[in-house]
């Protein structure tokens, strides 16, 4: 049914031991685990491939005996071929969100620090030259318009300068 919805089918398991190892070869966007899964606790493999950040995974299960961790999904069984095709889609936009923001985050992070490094390097140009914040500020512009490299490369030169 998968395949012939457009999705590519790496892989089919037989046990745990057998997913977890098709799982860590392939980087699949999506494992789906059958609660008659053998080998292994369904709870702990979607934990492993969650937790490792291998793959998204979708539980299909009998009845929802266990409390999974919120970042993994189930369908209880029975369930039809639309609502599982729907699950899926909706794990894929989800996850296409998720790392949009991870992203991001990552982004906004650098950008603190960036700044953090330029203003501790500015402290220190204020402190050695006697000089006041929009000097500083000015003269490691400067500096990186003379050389061609970035405000931040400036100010860990100078950190690294004060350092030693």
Do not use: W
Not at 49 to 67: A, C, N, R, T
């Amino acid at each position: 049914m998968l395949k012939s919805s457009g999705y590519l089918v790496e892989a089919e398991a037989a046990n745990a031991p057998d997913l977890l190892r098709k799982a860590r070869t392939t980087y699949p966007d999506l494992v789906i685990i059958d609660s008659s899964l053998k080998g292994g606790s369904m709870q702990e493999i979607a934990g492993i491939i969650e937790g490792d950040e291998i793959s998204s995974v979708l539980l299909l299960v009998q009845e929802p005996k266990y409390k999974f961790p919120d970042s993994i999904a189930q369908i209880q069984k029975p369930y039809s071929d639309e609502t599982l095709l729907t699950v899926i889609e909706v794990l894929f936009l989800y996850k296409n969100r998720l790392c949009d923001a991870k992203q991001e985050i990552n982004v906004l992070k650098d950008r603190l620090q960036t700044r953090k490094e330029i203003e501790r390097a500015k402290g220190i140009l204020m402190k050695h030259f006697g000089i006041d914040e929009a000097e500083a500020y000015r003269e490691m512009q400067t500096e990186s318009m003379k050389r061609s490299i970035p405000m931040k490369e400036i100010a860990q030169a100078i950190l690294a300068a004060y350092e030693h």
